[in-house]
Every structure is written in structure tokens, then in C-alpha cells.
């Protein structure tokens, strides 16, 4: 894509009054799109005054042309914005292609796990049951990824290059199907970080398996789902391990056709070990999250949401909603809550 292309699509969707999608370009041979979305939040935790920020907003350009009558080829072009930044920072940058095949995609971009993510309807607090990405960070810079889609099953494959220990080395696979009614995801994830010696720690590698599977299923105007998640995050520089599971129920139901409710129930659990898998450390959390959204249409949508947490977690972090809590963290029956709108273009 052209350079001065994205030098007058991206400044003028930013500084535009209306909302509507921008098509930069549309002929027989394919297309150029620019999408984004401005947020805002107001939130309160315990202990901690109101804060209002941007909310993870982004803006991109997708472009999409023909190569055959049988395969395309795309791109993706991804920035954040953010309310006390001069400068937009790159999210994702990915081309690929497409056909009867699936779709392959290359460079900057979400690996499966956490694309997928899993039984989360939150748009603030939820996740904390969902324990990956401690390792392979959820978003690489130099991965492939491939997705096959059909009637009867859904695949979902990722590898992430490390590049001499720049990043994480990934392997990821996933799969779907439909049982009964039910949709059913199961998947694995194995990364492993090459580090240098620091310290009074030798040079080695840190290697986090993570596992899980989900059931979801709609009823109606009600939707409901499952999960279960398992990570065991290992050193060969020391004798130590960290395990952790979590367990999560989920809904959603639609009140109108604009406005639906949601909520969670979320598990964690963690156990530090040494080299005799003696457990030296563990803990446990809840975390239970309660909201409404209303959407006006398909560009504007107001939503808030409230949470309880208990106890003590070994950190997670959720890319879906920009939260990230500290391994250690511990909440005393703490109440969290926030309020947000979303314009989509």
C-alpha cells in the first residue's frame, strides 16, 4: 500500500465530524477500508480516585485484492490512540491470504489463545480465570497464523518466531465444534522465552504449556458458557514452578434488541513449587462481574459495569479490555466499577 495512501486516509478519519466508514478505494480488483474505534472510560477502584482515559481507542486500514478468481490477498494496519499521546503507536501490521484453503497471516498480530480468549462477556473486569499470555505476551510481532473455517469444524493454528530470543517461540493449535447444540473449544499453547543470565540466576529459558476448553450455547435471547483453563509456567534456570487453573461461568441475555445484561463468575487458583513439586506458595481468587450495554446502533454504544474480587491471584492479563493486574495482587472483597461509550467507524 502506498504510503501517502495511509498518509491522507488515516489524519482524516481522526479529524473527521462524521462517523461513517471511509472507503478510501473500491474497484473490481479489490478494496481499501479505514475502521477504528474512539473510546472512553470512567472507572474507580478501591483506594484509588476516578479515572478517565481512552480505553484502548484505535484506528486502521484494511486493505483486500485479488490475486485470482480463487485466492486474495490482504493487509492490516493497526494504531492506538491515546488522549495523552502526540503520536499514534503501531498495534498490529499483518498481510496474508485467502480462499477455499482458509486464511494465512503473517507478521504483527493477536495468536489464537488469546484471540479466542474464551467465556468472558466483560468489557472491564472479566478474564482473571483465563491464565495465558504470561510468556508469549498474547500479541507477537512475527508470527503466522492459519484459520480453516467450514460447517462442521473451525481450526486455528499459530507459530510465532523467536528471533534470537528478541521474543517468545510459540506453538499454538485450536479447534471447534458444534455438539448438540453446543459449541465446544478446546486448544493448546506452548511458549518458551530464551533469557540471559541476570543476577545470581544462569542463562536459560522459561517454557509456560497452557490449556483449555470452553462450552458455549445460546438459548433464545439468553446466552450462556463454560471454561476451564490450565497453565504450568516451568525454569530450567531454577527449581521452581507455577501452576495455575481457573474456572469461569458466563451469560448474556438481550433485553431489547438494542440493550443486553451480563455477568461472570470467575475462579483462580495458583501453586508455587520447588524441585521436590513441593508446594511452597498458593492461593486463590474470585471474581464476579456484573453490566448492561445499549447499543444506539451499529456506531455508538454505551455500557457499565460493576465487580467484587477476593483473594489472591498470580496476575493475569486481559488484552480484550487493556487490564493487567500484578502477580501477588490481593483484594478484600473490593468493589470495582466503570461506566464507557464506544464510536465505531
Known sequence: MKKTLLAVAIPAVLL?????????????????????????????????????????????????????DDVDVFAKLEYSISYDKDALENRLGNFGFSGDFGKVILGKQY??????????????????????????????????????????????????????????????????????GFDVTAGVSRAEQEHDAFDSVSAGSLEDLYTSIWVERTFGDLSVGVQYAASNIES?????????????????YSVTDKASVYGGYEVSEYD??????????????????????????????????VALADGTTAGFSNNKNDWEVAPGATADSDVFYAIGARVYW
Open 16 to 68: 473527521a465530524g462524521n462517523v461513517n466508514a471511509f472507503e478510501a478505494y473500491s474497484g473490481d480488483a479489490g478494496s481499501v477500508e479505514v475502521y477504528g474505534q474512539l473510546r472512553a472510560t470512567l472507572a474507580k477502584a478501591p483506594e484509588k480516585e476516578l479515572t478517565l482515559n481512552d480505553g484502548s481507542s484505535r484506528a486502521g486500514v484494511n486493505a483486500q485484492y485479488s490475486v485470482t
Open 236 to 252: 530450567d534456570a531454577v527449581s521452581m514452578e507455577l501452576d495455575r487453573t481457573g474456572y469461569a461461568a458466563a451469560f448474556s
Open 272 to 305: 508455587v513449587k520447588d524441585s521436590a513439586s513441593s508446594v511452597v506458595e498458593s492461593g486463590d481468587a474470585t471474581n464476579v462481574y456484573l453490566g448492561a450495554v445499549h447499543k444506539f446502533n451499529s456506531f455508538f454504544r454505551v455500557y457499565g459495569e
Open 111 to 180: 495468536l489464537t489463545a488469546d484471540d479466542l480468549w474464551g467465556v468472558d462477556n466483560s468489557y472491564f473486569y472479566g478474564g482473571s480465570h483465563i491464565a495465558q499470555g504470561t510468556i508469549s505476551g498474547g500479541k507477537h510481532d512475527s508470527a503466522v497464523r492459519y484459520i480453516f473455517e467450514n460447517d462442521a469444524i473451525y481450526i486455528d493454528a499459530s507459530y510465532a518466531l523467536p528471533e534470537d530470543k528478541a521474543n517468545a517461540e510459540v506453538f499454538e493449535l485450536f479447534g471447534r465444534v458444534n455438539v448438540a
